[in-house]
Every structure is written in structure tokens, then in C-alpha cells.
């Protein structure tokens, strides 16, 4: 090699090295990584601690990235099911077969345990739209409005979309406060990855239109009380459902942070203390907003510039 030649590979490796130091290679994603992993330890603990059995699953909408525990386990849904229901009743609409717009009477003989507003309404007088009983489905998990609307969109079909949607575990069983169904072992299931991959395949337009998508998501937000709610800061907007039941405490559903929009799914069984599912959730919920949050506000290396 001449002098010239190692003078010219010298002048390179220095100039890259440069460079290097000037301008560092990713730097937002490799200080985000850092963050999303200590994200993911501070969640590990919350379940090492649960006395009970916890499922999470977590989808960055942006980013498509990840986290589950126990992701495949396959749990009770109690009203977190209604989501599947939901949709199905969307999609319906949707191809035409039946109208949000639709009316229902209501019947002495529909009304059931846990239906706040229907059990309140006149039977054979009282008209509701399909849309009603949705709002009234989710907003105060009616379960009256529910098992009207079981009835209309079919138990099959709800369970016909979630095969085509390849979620082989989330499936309706039963009609809601059917004890004796429940007794034999006919839950409502789902798992934490398959409820995920359903909230993300409806916010991704996949599965509806994007009015229908919009409607969807409207609904699904005026749910006003949930541990995952509790967990945001007030302003947050969520479309989520909860699910109650003994020793079960659930919350999925979509965070709509602008910029950076994400899915989180919790599930916890076996409970020894509700009250132990219930602030698991709500700690997952704000432990997961706050990275979000910071994420979406975030510039290239980090920094948070508030407007004034």
C-alpha cells in the first residue's frame, strides 16, 4: 500500500468516525427501546405480584410492535365479549342486512339480571333502534340490550366472523347472566393476543369501512367508567370494554392517543381479591399511557416541547 493510499484509508476511517459522533444512528429509536423495555419490566412485575392469573397483550398501531404475557391463555371474557357482538352487528349493517336504524319493541320476556336501563323501560310500549341497544350494550353493559341484540346478529354468525377472522379462541357461548350454561363450562373466552388482533384488524379498516370504523369506535368510547379508564388521565379517549365477574376482572380496548393510537388488552383469573385484578389493571393503564404519551410528544432524541 503507497503512503498516498493509507493517507486516503486514514482521512476515511476519521472522517466516518466523525461523522459517527456528530450524527449517532437512530437516535430516538435506540433511547425509545430502552424506554419500551423498561415499560415491559415494570409490567412483569405487576404480574408477578397479582395473586391471580394475568393475560396482557399491548399494540403500538403505529409501530406494530408487541407485548404480551401469558398472550395465548385462554380466559373468561364476562362483558368484554360484547366487543365481538359489536362488531358483528357493524359488519351486518354494513352488507346490508340489517339498519342501526331498526326497531325493537320491548318485551317483559327479554329483560334479564344486570340491565339497568331496559329493566326501567315499558314493555310492549318503549321502541329502541338498534343503535340504542348497542349504546346502551356498552355504555352501561346492558344486559338486556345485549341478548337483544345476540338475538338479531345470531350467536353463529358472531362466532362465524371470528373464524374467518382467524381467532379460534374468542367465542360466545352463552347469553348474558345464563347461569346454568355458564355451570356447564359454556364461558364466553377469548385469549389477550386474539382480543388485540381483533381491536387492531377494526381500528385498521380491515374488517369495516372507515364510516363504519367511525361509528364503531364512537360507541365503543361511551363507556365511562372501567380500571382502565381510571388509569388514564381525564382527558385520555378510550374505546374500551370492561368484563366483571367472580374472581375476573378484564378491560381491552383502544387508546386514542393522537399520533400515537394503541391496543391493550388485560385479562386476570383465579382471583383471590376482584379488588387486586381491578388495580392491576389501572396500574398497567397508566404505567402504558404514560409511554405512549411521551412517545407521541417526543422529538428525535427525546425531548418533550410543550406548546406555550
Not at 466516518?16 to 430516538?28: F, T, V
Not at 404480574?47 to 391471580?52: C, P, Q, S, T
Not at 338486556?144 to 362466532?159: F, H, K, P, W, Y
Not at 345464563?178 to 363450562?185: F, K
Request: overall charge neutral; aromatic content about 4%.
Amino acid at each position: 500500500m503507497t503512503k498516498r493510499t493509507l493517507a486516503l484509508w486514514l482521512f476515511a476511517i476519521c472522517s466516518l468516525s466523525a461523522l459517527a459522533q456528530c450524527c449517532p444512528a437512530k437516535p430516538q429509536a435506540e433511547k425509545k427501546d430502552i424506554l419500551w423495555l423498561k415499560l415491559q419490566d415494570d409490567l412483569r412485575g405487576i404480574d408477578r405480584h397479582l395473586d391471580g392469573v394475568m393475560g396482557l397483550a399491548i399494540k403500538d398501531l403505529v409501530s406494530g410492535e408487541e407485548f404480551l404475557i401469558h398472550g395465548d391463555e385462554i380466559m373468561p371474557q364476562a362483558s368484554s365479549i360484547k366487543i365481538a357482538i359489536l362488531a358483528t352487528l357493524y359488519l351486518q349493517v354494513q352488507q346490508g342486512q340489517i339498519k342501526l336504524t331498526d326497531l325493537y319493541v320491548v318485551r317483559q320476556e327479554d329483560l334479564v339480571a344486570g340491565s339497568d336501563i331496559m329493566l326501567g323501560l315499558t314493555p310492549g310500549t318503549t321502541r329502541l333502534t338498534l343503535r340504542d341497544l348497542a349504546t346502551m350494550m356498552v355504555a352501561v353493559s346492558d344486559n338486556s340490550a345485549t341478548n337483544v341484540l345476540i338475538d338479531r346478529v345470531g350467536m353463529e354468525n358472531v362466532n362465524n366472523l371470528l373464524g374467518k377472522l382467524s381467532l379460534p379462541n374468542t367465542r360466545l357461548r352463552r347469553k348474558m347472566m345464563d347461569l346454568e350454561a355458564a355451570g356447564q363450562g359454556r364461558e364466553n373466552v377469548s385469549t389477550p393476543r386474539e382480543m388485540m388482533t381483533l381491536l387492531a384488524t377494526i381500528y385498521g379498516g380491515k374488517l369495516l369501512n372507515a364510516e363504519m370504523t367511525a361509528d364503531f369506535i364512537k360507541v365503543l368510547s361511551t363507556h365511562k367508567e372501567s380500571s382502565m379508564l381510571q388509569g388514564l388521565p381525564p382527558d385520555a379517549v378510550a374505546a374500551n370494554k370492561p368484563g366483571e365477574l367472580e374472581a375476573v376482572r378484564n378491560d381491552s380496548g383502544i387508546v386514542l392517543i393522537k399520533g400515537r393510537p394503541y391496543v391493550l388488552c388485560v385479562m386476570t383469573t383465579y382471583l383471590r381479591d376482584e379488588h387486586d385484578g381491578a388495580a392491576a389493571i389501572r396500574n398497567i393503564a397508566e404505567l402504558t399511557y404514560s409511554y405512549f404519551d411521551r412517545v407521541s410528544r417526543a422529538g428525535e432524541y427525546g425531548r418533550v416541547v410543550s406548546p406555550k
